[in-house]
């Protein structure tokens, strides 16, 4: 279910019915894609009608920002409770360890990715890191089969947008994975 904030669609569920119909999404065994929009994306879109195309075709517009939460308000719209990227990825990696999901992180530089990893398998020693790859590898054969070899059901993408989002639409179907999630910054934060 969504609704249009100045031509950019996004989603009008609650955290916990996104991780439901995630959750359903792996054991259907289809593809779904996660992008956070935040009124900076939904204005350079309102500019840009290819970056407008690349937000729209995701499966999951989450709402992160305030601004997001304020717009549909004075639109009339359902969206009450924001959504964050980070947010959105801790809640998947909570999900991952309820259920024993394998994860792969790619995306920042080398020894960040490589100290988040350790301390989310730290918090979350349910879920399998399967795998993960800094950021500046630049051979698409190379990432790709390091993704497919890993098998995950899940893989954060850390790139900035929208090199994340072009990454995930050039690649999903090659991708032996169901959940793809563009998370920006957050290895940064969680190498912290
Ligand atoms: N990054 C990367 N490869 C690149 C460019 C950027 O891995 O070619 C990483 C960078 O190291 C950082 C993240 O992408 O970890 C970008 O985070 P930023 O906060 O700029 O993204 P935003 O959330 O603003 O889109």
Do not use: W
């Not at 996104?18 to 999404?25: F, G, K, R, S, Y």
């Not at 309102?46 to 305030?66: H, M």
């Amino acid at each position: 279910m969504k609704e249009e904030i100045l031509g950019v669609t996004v989603n009008k569920e609650t955290e916990q019915q996104l991780l439901d119909n995630i959750q359903n999404d792996i054991e259907m065994g289809r593809k779904s894609r996660i992008v956070a929009i935040n009124p900076e994306k939904v204005m350079m879109a309102s500019k840009d009608p290819a970056l407008r195309t690349l937000l729209n075709e995701s499966t999951y517009q989450i709402p992160d920002g305030v601004g997001i939460k304020i717009a549909s308000r004075m639109r009339g719209g359902a969206i009450r409770e924001r959504v964050t990227g980070i947010g959105m990825m801790d809640a998947l990696l909570q999900l991952a360890n309820k259920h024993g999901h394998r994860i792969f992180m790619y995306g920042a530089k080398k020894a960040t990715v490589e100290l988040a990893a350790q301390n989310i398998q730290t918090k979350y020693p349910n879920l399998i890191v399967a795998g993960t790859l800094d950021g500046y590898e630049k051979d698409p054969e190379k990432i790709i089969q390091a993704i497919n070899e890993a098998k995950p059901q899940i893989l954060f993408v850390a790139l900035g947008s929208p090199k994340q989002e072009l990454f995930i639409r050039e690649n999903m179907e090659r991708l032996d994975v169901n959940i793809f999630q563009g998370v920006g910054g957050s290895f940064d934060v969680y190498s912290g």
